[in-house]
């Protein structure tokens, strides 16, 4: 099972009882999930089961529903909507007087303009109107089912990626573990050296004070801890990839984990490549925690 993006976009149309539909959905990334939908008037039950189904198909993700129904039929004809057309000719007043040069409206001019002039629907019977609504949500679950598959495939491509980055780490920790196994000793020879000198400036320091000292260094220096974590991080998340579903949110606390880790790594070092190595790690995760945002 495959993980999924929070992208995508669908479009499927339809045509029945003598008028035309198209569905658009499309889905970009959020925290949540967010569905807006917009249809045309009359149509508010339409508008509820499609939430109710995007509800059953995603977990995340701001998801915009949009309706358009077009009637093919015109032999109902047309109406003026005595509605829009009042709102015009009242707010007439007060564009003469802010353009008083202007020529006076004309009828065609007014009855040409957008919504003044509107097709009238044909009446149908209560057992049309449902056929009609079952046909366009049937239209609306093949849009959210090519929507579904198109998040998956964006899915897929992604976790190429999360792979690549979690290779990175890992071939990253590697590298860290064999400086790791080195670091006792280099820390060793530079503490003999930092012993000698502090002899002799100051002789009365005993032995058992520097012992003591010396091994508070190496125990603070020691990354083995944040490699282990590091190694449970990396599996936990291509577990939690392998399982599929809405993870995306686990993964983007892991990324908050394997940061935490790298930066202790970093402050930890006592060595300019292991330093190096912790900041290329870094760069890693960051690139890993970018594209975790897309994944749902």
């Known amino acids: 099972m495959s993980v999924s ?30 569905v807006r939908c917009r249809v045309p008037s009359g149509y508010e039950k339409l508008e509820k089961a499609a939430r109710e189904e995007t509800a059953k198909s995603f977990k995340r993700g701001n998801v915009t529903v949009n309706l358009t129904i077009n009637w093919l039929k015109g032999d109902a004809g047309f109406r003026v909507n005595p509605v829009v057309l009042g709102d015009l000719l009242a707010v007439l007043p007060d564009i003469r007087k802010q353009l008083p040069d202007a020529a006076p409206p004309s009828i065609d001019g007014l009855l040409a303009l957008r919504g003044v002039i509107e097709p009238v ?55 860290a573990e064999k400086l790791a196994a080195l670091q006792p000793d280099a820390i060793r020879e530079r503490l003999k050296t930092q012993v000698q000198v502090l002899m002799e400036d100051i002789p009365a320091l005993s032995k058992e004070r520097l ?22 991080h ?28 790298a930066n ?23 690139q890993f ?4 945002q897309n994944i749902e």
């Open 234 to 261: 990396e599996q936990a998340a291509r577990d939690l990839m392998g399982n599929g579903g809405a993870v995306g949110r686990k993964l983007d606390f892991l990324c908050q984990e394997f940061n935490r880790e």
């Open 211 to 232: 012992a003591q000292e010396a091994a508070l260094l190496m125990t603070k220096a020691d990354i083995r801890e944040e490699l282990d974590r590091l190694k449970a």
């Open 289 to 292: 925690r970018e594209q975790v």
């Open 264 to 286: 202790t790594l970093c402050s930890k070092s006592q060595d300019v490549t292991l330093t190096r190595i912790g900041l290329d790690m870094k760069s890693s995760i960051e």
């Open 121 to 175: 629907e044909e009446e149908l019977t209560d057992d049309a109107r449902e056929a009609l609504e079952s046909e366009i949500l049937e239209s609306f679950e093949a849009a959210l089912a090519a929507l579904s598959a198109m998040r998956d495939e964006e899915g897929a491509r992604l976790e190429e990626g999360l792979d690549a980055r979690l290779d990175e780490i890992a071939g990253l920790s590697s590298e």
């Open 5 to 34: 993006s929070m992208t995508g976009f669908a479009r499927s149309e339809g045509q029945a009882e003598g008028c035309s539909w198209s569905w658009e959905l499309k889905s970009i990334n959020a925290k949540g999930l967010d």
